[in-house]
């Protein structure tokens, strides 16, 4: 079930509007073609969704001082920039988005400044010019700025959007291109920086960061505030900057985890998670040291737009994966995977997007498999290639290509299962092919030899070719590396994870859906959730558009002999609903209206969102109720690709 949906629609809802506005703006001025090589590493490359122009002048370390201010939704306050540049440089470009930028300056005095025109994806380049550059030098350039109460990376709770109903929330979700909502800095994967931070808050909130934490208890900063010092030191790509800000609870796992979240939910998430130092031994003994020190995760409010983002040291999750029953735990698997697939080598550009992602769900299904077994990955990765087939069929061939073309286009555009279960596919045909021992070898030597840097897709065909083909030309043709990437579909080596994961499940659920047998006839109570995602996955091979494959007295007995009513598995009843919304099922509205309304996952609100859309006149105006309910309490990314479908709701 995982990303199929969201898939298709984020690939049409997204892109069209948006296509021809930001164009004109992404060509920019003629940049000198970069040496990509396996054997000189790359410092940057041209990367379309930035104005960037590190060539001449590059940040090196962002240092945040900033104040948030819940009554005016805020941050604001200064970011003091270390910038590095050519000899004779005198311009700087940043990137910014929504910022209300108030002075730049450097150690002597204000700088004269220009914002570009407003692109609707990009934002606006700021072009900061100063005395020429000497050799070598570094020098600091402060930016005085806060951000609108709007700002797309940033969603402010109120009280009663949160679990405790009594404090407000403030948490931050930088990727792709968001972090120049926040921060004026230079917003591309492949300019890595340093940074720190200090963060002033009311005294009854706690701030915490994708970073170390100098002061765990904050210091007092008068005014009824209090301030949090953080520092990273590693170089991060600035999408990983992250901030959370509210009344959070911490409680360890073991000497180098822990959960932090609103107190009432430590208990439930720490039981959840118990297993999480252990997963993080489990990929430390795969592919190499884990290099960020803590591995933290934050369950964050029901609003938290993904399932899960790799902020460093601190994993930002929704609560929908506390499931109770630890069936969801993958995710945690997935987003410590990327502390190695990600952020210690980092897609160079979104176009490079599978290099996260792909190698991500192929190495979350290892730490799977060896912390849970290999049952339960094989019937993960079953999950994960049955929602790419529903991926590919729905696609416009280009995009089902690895590397994809997002000339124009929003970097979410990319955000499809062709990145996460293509991606995965391509690296277990790899895997089968050359053997287990020979692959891991290899993986690991990867992110030794590229640790810390950006990699394009080209550089990756590079190192795999000097460092596991070694010229054997039979294994080079029979691994189909370029058709992976550069073709749409399928190579003609990829093969499906072994059928027999779920045999028994595919056997009740032709009991049920073709036979017609009752419901109460198959093991539901005995099944795991992932056999129940696969059963409530079944749909008849040549199913037309907008048919149905349930009669209504079949549908009244999944919903009451499965009990949905009281279903607490997100994913579950994600499954469920979606049934429910094509057959247009009236009973079960009351059901999605409390899902819908509970969580901003858009994963799973833009889905039932778009399903009831195309219900017409039944579907839409439930959605258009609903969502008049929900959309105050969804966050920028959920609000942004509902509103294509729904529109925004009037006053
Ligand atoms: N890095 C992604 C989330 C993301 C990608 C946010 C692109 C913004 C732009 C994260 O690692 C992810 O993939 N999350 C998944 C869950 C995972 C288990 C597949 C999600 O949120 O559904
Ligand atoms: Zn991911």
Redesign the pocket.
């Known amino acids: 079930m995982?990303?199929r949906l969201?898939s298709a629609l984020l690939a049409t809802v997204a892109l069209s509007a948006t296509l021809a506005a930001c164009s004109q703006n992404l060509a920019g001025p003629a940049m000198p073609p970069l040496p990509i090589s396996a054997t000189a590493p790359i410092d940057y490359v041209r990367d379309i969704h930035s104005y960037a122009r590190p060539e001449i002048a590059r940040v090196r370390h962002v240092d945040l001082d900033l104040i948030a201010d819940f009554a005016a939704r805020t941050l604001s306050g200064t970011a003091a920039l270390d910038v590095t540049a050519e000899l004779g440089a005198n311009q700087l470009v940043l990137d910014t988005r929504n910022l209300d930028i108030r002075a730049v300056r450097d150690e002597k005095g204000p700088l004269p400044f220009a914002l570009g025109a407003v692109d609707p994806i990009l934002g606006q380049p700021l072009t900061v010019t100063f005395p020429a550059f000497a050799a070598g030098e570094t020098r600091k350039i402060f930016i005085d700025y806060a951000t609108r109460p709007d700002a797309a990376a940033l969603q402010w709770l109120t009280p009663a959007q949160t679990a405790g109903g009594e404090l407000p929330f403030l948490f931050s979700?930088?990727?792709?291109i968001?972090t120049r909502t926040w921060v004026p800095t230079q917003d591309s994967p492949g300019i890595r920086q340093t940074y720190s931070a200090e963060i002033t808050v009311p005294e009854n909130l706690k701030a915490v960061m994708s970073a170390e934490m100098l002061t765990p208890n904050g210091v007092a900063a008068g005014q009824g505030q209090r301030s949090y010092r953080f520092r990273m030191t590693n170089p991060v790509p600035p999408?990983l900057i992250a901030l959370a800000v509210g009344d959070l609870a911490f409680a360890g796992t073991d000497p180098r985890t822990g959960i932090w979240t609103e107190p009432s939910g430590l208990d439930a998430a720490k039981a959840e998670f118990a297993e999480v130092g252990e997963m993080v031994t489990a990929a430390e003994a795969l592919y190499g040291p884990y290099r960020w020190g803590r591995y933290d995760l934050l369950i964050l409010p029901p609003s938290f737009?993904?399932?899960?983002?790799?902020n460093p040291r601190l994993t930002f999750a929704?609560p929908t994966v506390v499931a109770g029953d630890k069936s969801l735990v993958?995710?945690v698997?997935?987003?410590l995977a990327?502390s190695w697939s990600?952020n210690l080598v980092t897609n160079a550009t979104w176009a490079d997007?599978w290099l996260?992602?792909g190698f991500?769900?192929y190495f979350?299904n290892r730490i799977m498999e060896a912390v849970y077994g290999a049952d339960r990955a094989t019937q993960e990765r079953a999950l994960g290639w049955e929602s790419l087939q529903d991926t590919l069929a729905s696609l416009p061939a280009a995009d089902t290509r690895l590397k994809i073309d997002l000339a124009g286009r929003d970097?979410?555009d990319?955000?499809t299962d062709i990145a996460?279960e293509k991606g995965a596919a391509f690296l277990r045909t790899i895997e089968r092919i050359v053997g287990r021992e020979r692959f891991d070898v290899w993986l690991k030597g990867y992110f030794e030899r590229n640790a810390f840097r950006p990699m394009t897709t080209e550089l990756f065909l590079a190192d795999i070719r000097a460092n596991l083909v070694n010229g054997d030309a039979a294994l080079e043709r029979q691994l189909q590396m370029d058709a992976w990437i550069y073709r749409p579909g399928l190579p003609s080596n990829a093969q499906a994870p072994v059928a027999d994961a779920f045999t028994p499940v595919d056997a009740a659920a032709r009991a049920f859906f073709v036979d017609k047998g009752p419901a109460s006839a198959n093991p539901w109570a005995g099944w795991a959730t992932q056999e129940r995602q696969r059963f409530l996955a079944w749909r008849p091979a040549d199913l037309a558009a907008g048919a149905d494959w349930l009669t209504p007295a079949q549908l009244a007995d999944l919903e009451t002999t499965l009990r949905m009513r009281s279903e607490g598995n997100a994913e579950v009843l994600f499954a469920w609903l979606q049934i429910a919304v094509a057959h247009r099922y009236q009973p079960a509205v009351p059901t999605l209206e409390r899902f819908l309304t509970g969580m901003g996952?858009?994963?799973f609100v833009l889905p039932l969102f778009t399903s009831l859309w195309a219900e017409g006149d039944w579907g839409r105006p439930i959605a258009t109720r609903i969502y008049a309910q929900a959309r105050p309490g969804y966050h920028p990314?959920t609000t942004g690709s509902v509103d294509a479908v729904v529109g925004r709701p009037a006053g």
Request: aromatic share 10%; hydrophobic share 30%.
């Open positions: 995982s990303r969201v979700q930088g990727q792709a968001l999408y737009p993904f399932g899960g983002m790799e929704t993958s995710l698997a997935h987003e990327h990600g997007f996260n992602e991500t769900v979350e970097p979410d990319g955000l996460y996952r858009r994963k990314v």
